[in-house]
T-cell receptor
């Protein structure tokens, strides 16, 4: 079974520029998550999708971050304009996310995209 | 909001010994709690899930306990090996099956 795919793996941009990250979850996984992981910290949830609907985006800085999951499969996360404090690893994760109990919510992570804003 | 505490100091342990990590949480009552392993430059990997009505869960050399009264989970690696060296993340659930991750606790197994 293929894992969660993310691209690019690394990105360096200047502040005020825009950037987009792409994620392809495990086939059949209904729930998709985007996390931000700053060096030395645990992952922080930015947005959670169930199929193509947003479940939670309360921690997404909506003035500069946006995300979409068209057709309920792959997803993109965009930052525009980027700030220095956005330098972090952006992780995408997916889970089965059905009514099968907590086991359905084990999360499978991609390798992440390391963003450096200069 | 949820507060998750894991020991910020790295745990250095001799090969063959048992490593024990602590996760404390405050301000809420998770329905379940997950533990993940993260290696440098990689995404976290799921290890174990324990539900609020379970006291203990085991998987091979791993054991997790969950004390909802103390609001604490302990994570044990028995007969530790150098390949167990990594950062271990505690993640109690909240709300709509979301996870709140701790900062992680680094384990270094010395041969």
């Amino acid at each position: 079974e293929a894992g969660v795919a993310q691209s690019p793996r690394y990105k360096i941009i200047e502040k005020r520029q825009s950037v987009a990250f792409w994620c392809n979850p495990i086939s059949g996984h209904a729930t998709l998550y985007w996390y931000q992981q700053i060096l030395g910290q645990g992952p922080k949830l930015l947005i959670q999708f169930q199929n193509n609907g947003v479940v939670d985006d309360s921690q997404l800085p909506k003035d500069r971050f946006s995300a979409e999951r068209l057709k309920g499969v792959d997803s993109t996360l965009k930052i525009q304009p980027a700030k220095l404090e956005d330098s972090a690893v952006y992780l995408c994760a997916s889970s089965i996310g059905t009514s099968g109990g907590p086991v359905s919510y084990e999360q499978y992570f991609g390798p992440g995209t390391r963003l450096t804003v200069t | 909001s949820q507060k998750i505490e894991q020991n910020s100091e790295a745990l250095n342990i001799q090969e063959g010994k048992t490593a024990t990590l602590t996760c404390n949480y405050t301000n809420y009552s998770p329905a379940y709690l997950q533990w993940y392993r993260q290696d440098p430059g990689r995404g976290p990997v799921f290890l174990l899930l324990i539900r609020e009505n379970e006291k203990e869960k085991r998987k091979e050399r791993l054991k997790v306990t969950f004390d909802t009264t103390l609001k604490q989970s302990l994570f044990h690696i028995t007969a530790s090996q150098p390949a167990d060296s990594a950062t271990y993340l505690c993640a109690p659930s909240y709300g709509n099956n979301r996870l709140a991750f701790g900062k992680g606790n680094q384990v270094v197994v010395i041969p």
